[in-house]
């Protein structure tokens, strides 16, 4: 099969990748068109992309390959490096949400002219480069370099405009390819929640960082950690997004290593090549900072929370400069839920309308301009059909996630006949003052949990077999109950079983009858019909005592010693 022409796609980091996935299908099913990848080297962090193009099945071409072979078209959503040397039409795209943050830095000296002066300079926040829409990063040798500056918003035109005029000529402003397949994806939302784990009766909660010391996790790298200990782990699933540079900068493994607890504490962790459009869609709270992601969510109507915003990085009126002149600030010290309620009460009233107009002048119509913009530069006719607009699909969204094998607890009877069962992860701390800190509470530690010294405070193990029930009360002092399956084993009061084998069934009858107990009732009163209550969910259970007597190794019950947190 022989191509008629051959576009390069020059992918500097792995976030490129995700960006020119979104740019990429305008070309589906053209079998004149072959795409052949690169990577410049150019960036502050290129580890990743070897990888992923590799696991994409991508034709791959050396940098110093492709700058010495004719392409009809090049594509780059970064504007680092010498682009200058490729030998084809370049067209040029932001990747994020449109252009909107001013330059960390400046282009080597010899890859740039300097901006003439001015005789009336603007204020300092004004006057300063954006990133992508400056002379610096669009002007070489006194000639503008892109045969295509593709912009999203007319916003974006009029900066390029007070830039570098001489560059109006190559500008194209072709919408947002991300803005619309969210858009088409929205139909898929429960779908996308139940791949993290949630449901209707569940608030899913993002949170969102970019990387360098300002984002969310520079300035504040416990959040994550205080929101899975204080959110009830039966009703919230919480999320992490994580720019590519944090987690190929440090290496994916030591990002595990970090997140340690947190994941050990239910935290859904979305990979770095794709998935994050998806968790974004699922969530019903998102916290973020001023990477593109939160912009996002926001025109996407998700309640979102800044806990990092640096103003003096963003563009004025730019998108994201109205994100941060709209959007609440996250009170690190408060209370978690009183905020997110508020929040979702001022997603809902539009308070981010003025962020979604910004961020696309073409809503819905981003690959069809896109698509005639690199078929001119291509000197190709467009295909007859119109362009593809794929929403994100479901099986990309792979959160890595663990078991949650410890858990704070709290258990109370409502009626003779009803329980409510609220669990908190145990392996993260919530701050003082916050729950479960402020009330009554007993630890639930699976027998196999790697920390001894939950295991030590745990009221309650769950074990493999009933056996194994005797062996436990005699080491750990502390607990008072034990589960094996179907069997709830107190130390001094008998077996009960419940006809229900899942582990969250058995955990939360053991709750159960430990408040029962607690609260001075008779296990010989212990109903013998009840209704668990678990977050969202009612299960009924027949509760029945066999004739199992409770076998203590010594024969003789120790004192039953409050609960206390792990040291």
Not at 17 to 44: E, K, M
Not at 220 to 228: F, G, K, S, Y
Not at 262 to 272: F, K, T
Not at 431 to 439: H, M
Request: proline share 9%.
């Amino acid at each position: 099969m022989a191509a008629e022409r051959s576009v390069l796609a020059v992918a500097h980091t792995v976030t490129a990748l995700n960006r020119l996935a979104d740019i990429i299908p305008v070309f589906d099913s053209d079998q004149r068109v072959q795409i052949v990848y690169t990577c410049p080297q150019a960036s502050a962090v290129t580890n990743g992309v070897e990888e992923h193009l590799a696991t994409m099945g991508a034709l791959v071409m050396p940098w110093e390959q492709a700058i010495m072979t004719e392409f009809d078209l090049a594509l780059s959503v970064h504007n680092s490096g010498n682009l200058h040397d490729i030998n084809a039409p370049l067209a040029v795209l932001s990747h994020g949400i449109g252009y909107t943050k001013h330059s960390p830095r400046n282009p080597k000296p010899e890859t740039r002219n300097p901006k003439p002066e001015t005789r009336n300079p603007k204020p300092e926040t004004r006057n300063r480069s954006v990133y992508g829409l400056s002379r610096e990063w669009l002007v070489r040798d006194g000639a503008v370099v892109p045969s295509a500056v593709v912009l999203s918003h007319d916003e974006q035109y009029a900066r390029l405009a007070d830039a570098v005029p001489e560059a109006l000529g190559s500008a194209v402003v072709a919408g947002d390819p991300c803005f619309d397949r969210m858009a088409v994806s929205e139909p898929l939302r429960r779908d996308y929640r139940s791949a993290l784990g949630g449901n209707d009766d569940t608030t899913v909660v993002v949170v969102s960082s970019t990387w360098g010391p300002d984002s969310l996790l520079g300035r504040n790298p416990n959040l994550i950690a205080h929101l899975l200990a204080e959110l009830p782990g039966d009703r919230h699933v919480v999320a992490a997004v994580l720019h590519p540079n944090t987690w190929f900068a440090h290496g994916p493994a030591q990002i595990r290593v970090w997140l340690g607890d947190c994941l050990r504490a239910g935290l859904r962790l979305i990979p770095p090549a794709e998935g994050w459009q998806q968790a974004v869609l699922a969530a019903d709270v998102v916290i973020g900072d001023f990477g593109a992601v939160t912009g996002y969510a926001a025109c996407a109507g998700r309640a979102t929370l800044l806990a990092s915003f640096p103003e003096n990085q963003i563009a004025e009126g730019s998108a994201m400069g109205e994100l941060g002149r709209t959007a609440s600030r996250l009170d690190p010290a408060a209370a978690f839920l009183p905020q997110f309620g508020t929040a979702l009460a001022d997603a809902a009233a539009g308070q981010f309308t003025k962020v979604r107009e910004l961020t696309t002048s073409l809503p819905g119509s981003s690959a069809a301009a896109l698509r005639k913009a690199f078929y001119g530069l291509l000197e190709l006719p467009e295909p007859l059909r119109a362009p593809l607009v794929p929403p994100y699909p479901t099986d990309a969204l792979l959160p890595e996630r663990m078991p949650v094998t410890a858990w704070w607890v709290t258990a109370r009877w409502h009626s003779e006949h009803e329980a409510e069962v609220t669990r908190w992860p145990a392996d993260v701390d919530a701050r003082d003052e916050q729950p479960p800190n402020t009330i009554d509470r007993h630890l639930v530690v699976e027998q196999t949990h790697p920390r001894r010294d939950l295991h030590g405070n745990a009221t309650v193990v769950v074990a493999g077999h009933l056996r194994e029930a005797a062996e436990i009360f005699a080491a750990r002092p502390a607990c008072r109950l034990v589960v094996t399956g179907e069997e709830v084993v107190h130390r001094d009061k008998g077996v009960v079983t419940h006809g229900l084998s899942d582990v969250d069934t058995s955990v939360a009858c053991a709750s159960a009858l430990y408040a029962w107990i607690s609260a001075g009732r008779t296990w010989e009163a212990l109903p013998g019909n009840a209704v668990l209550r678990i977050g969202g969910r009612r299960i009924e259970v027949v509760l029945s005592r066999p004739h199992l007597p409770p076998q203590p190794a010594s024969g003789v019950c120790p004192p039953h010693p409050s609960p206390r947190p792990p040291a």
